[in-house]
């Protein structure tokens, strides 16, 4: 049974972690020609100001740009 965790942001809805994981578990299905059912998929949201982009705290960076989720 295939694991793909996925780490991003606090900040998205919760309609776009559930499109992002059903997504991606299709995805590796698709590209692996295992069934979906067998793929573990989760996420594992960070704090913004634990994360740096280029050398910038996200937190910074989102602030900058009016709050957009990256």
Do not use: C, Y
């Not at 994981?21 to 634990?50: H, K, L, Y």
Request: glycine share 8%.
């Amino acid at each position: 049974m295939p694991f793909i965790q996925i780490t991003i942001a606090q900040g998205h809805d919760a309609a776009t972690k559930r499109a992002l994981v059903t997504q991606v578990s299709a995805a590796a299905a698709a590209a692996t020609g295992t069934p979906e059912a067998a793929f573990r998929v989760w996420i594992v949201e960070v704090d913004p100001n634990e994360v740096s982009v280029g050398g910038t705290v996200l937190a910074d960076q989102r602030q900058r740009e009016g709050g957009q989720r990256r």
